[in-house]
């Protein structure tokens, strides 16, 4: 019903106002009300588990993930991320393989799982690739993450 | 030799050669220096988890007034 749609609209509202505000307790509950009326919301179930990663629940953000195939169909770099952060780097590089072609926050997440995983020459080609093609506010941090990359490799060859 | 048994280097700064040191049977035997020297080792680099910023919500517009697109495509 058109009521129905309306109600909707207005809890994605709440929702969205909370994402902006960076106030992630609420954002989670407003997800967690739109999806006990409808299930399937794809978008509500993404922000639940984006609230989840903010708040630091990284392993119930997994967990909600794996026991709902289809609406994470999309959230491959989710997935990978809470993995990293659950320190199993290996799955979650095994995450981010799965995809055909990376997108540039996976790029990102590669080249920090592959500097955990200490396989420095691959990481180094993945950040010079993201360097390079990208643009944003993170440029100089980037570049840091780059020249530890580097020390390690010359540790590595010393 | 020029490291006689008064040498007080420690065995386990020695082990490549053999000499009878009675310290080793008494009661304080010079095995190792405790505590080590202090020696420099590379720091652990600063590295920053930038993949965080990428974990934002989708976006919603969609969502916000699609009650009213759908309005729209009914009513066309």
Same mark, same amino acid.
């Given at each position: 019903?058109?009521?129905?749609?309306?109600?909707?609209?207005?809890?994605?509202?709440?929702?969205?106002?909370?994402?902006?505000?960076?106030?992630?307790?609420?954002?989670?509950?407003?997800?967690?009300?739109? =999806?006990?009326?409808?299930?399937?919301?794809?978008?509500?179930?993404?922000?639940?588990?984006?609230? =989840?990663?903010?708040?630091?629940?990284?392993?119930?953000?997994?967990?909600?993930?794996?026991?709902?195939?289809?609406?994470?169909?999309?959230?491959?770099?989710?997935?990978?991320?809470?993995?990293?952060?659950?320190?199993?780097?290996?799955?979650?590089?095994?995450?981010?393989?799965?995809?055909?072609?990376?997108?540039?926050?996976?790029?990102?997440?590669?080249?920090?799982?592959?500097?955990?995983?200490?396989?420095?020459?691959?990481?180094?080609?993945?950040?010079?690739?993201?360097?390079?093609?990208?643009?944003?506010?993170?440029?100089?941090?980037?570049?840091?993450?780059?020249?530890?990359? =580097?020390?390690?490799?010359?540790?590595?060859?010393? | 030799?020029?490291?006689?048994?008064?040498?007080?280097?420690?065995?386990?700064?020695?082990?490549?050669?053999?000499?009878?040191?009675?310290?080793?049977?008494?009661?304080?035997?010079?095995?190792?220096?405790?505590?080590?020297?202090?020696?420099?080792?590379?720091?652990?680099?600063?590295?920053?988890?930038?993949?965080?910023?990428?974990?934002?919500?989708?976006?919603?517009?969609?969502?916000?007034?699609?009650?009213?697109?759908?309005?729209?495509?009914?009513?066309?």
């Amino acid at each position: 019903s058109s009521a129905k749609e309306a109600n909707l609209s207005a809890l994605y509202a709440e929702l969205n106002k909370f994402g902006q505000n960076g106030e992630y307790e609420r954002a989670l509950k407003a997800a967690n009300k739109i =999806l006990s009326s409808q299930a399937d919301e794809e978008k509500a179930f993404h922000c639940k588990i984006v609230s =989840l990663i903010q708040l630091s629940k990284f392993n119930d953000a997994l967990g909600f993930i794996s026991k709902n195939p289809k609406l994470s169909s999309d959230l491959t770099f989710e997935k990978a991320y809470c993995q990293y952060r659950l320190n199993q780097p290996q799955e979650a590089l095994k995450t981010v393989n799965s995809e055909q072609q990376l997108s540039v926050k996976l790029k990102e997440l590669k080249a920090q799982i592959l500097y955990r995983l200490e396989q420095y020459e691959e990481c180094f080609d993945v950040y010079r690739d993201i360097i390079k093609n990208t643009e944003d506010d993170y440029e100089d941090e980037r570049e840091t993450n780059l020249s530890a990359v =580097l020390a390690n490799l010359c540790i590595e060859g010393s | 030799s020029p490291k006689g048994p008064k040498s007080r280097k420690p065995l386990a700064e020695r082990l490549g050669e053999y000499r009878e040191d009675p310290s080793l049977t008494s009661k304080s035997p010079n095995v190792y220096r405790l505590p080590p020297d202090m020696k420099p080792i590379p720091c652990k680099p600063l590295f920053f988890d930038l993949a965080l910023n990428w974990a934002e919500f989708p976006s919603l517009e969609d969502k916000l007034d699609g009650a009213a697109k759908k309005g729209q495509s009914n009513a066309g």
